[in-house]
């Protein structure tokens, strides 16, 4: 499992919750599908906070282990016109568990 952070052309921060199983593809096992595009439950950005698109708290499914992961956005705070949201303070907790 990793958290990796990930800074746009105009340095707003973000991450990106993922679980990989190297020995396979290396693709984001959290997805629900292969053929996932588009925003997902495991990005953590300040406009889907803001615009409540996913909630700040969710448990997802590994896809093909007995695991779950919960990652929740602690008193999360944005600030920022459209476009340029960004996070001005929080705590991002991940956890896992088996089913």
């Not at 199983?21 to 803001?50: C, F, Q, V």
């Amino acid at each position: 499992m990793t958290v990796d952070r990930r800074v746009d052309a105009e340095g707003i921060w973000s991450w990106e919750v993922a679980v990989r199983d190297r020995r396979k593809s290396g693709e984001n096992l959290l997805y629900h599908s292969r053929e996932w595009h588009g925003p997902y439950p495991t990005m953590i950005d300040a406009w889907i906070i803001r615009s409540r698109y996913f909630s700040a708290s969710n448990e997802l499914a590994v896809r093909g282990y007995p695991w779950r992961v919960s990652i929740e956005c602690l008193e999360c705070q944005v600030a920022g016109e459209q476009s340029k949201e960004h996070f001005v303070r929080g705590t991002i907790r991940v956890r896992w568990r088996g089913r």
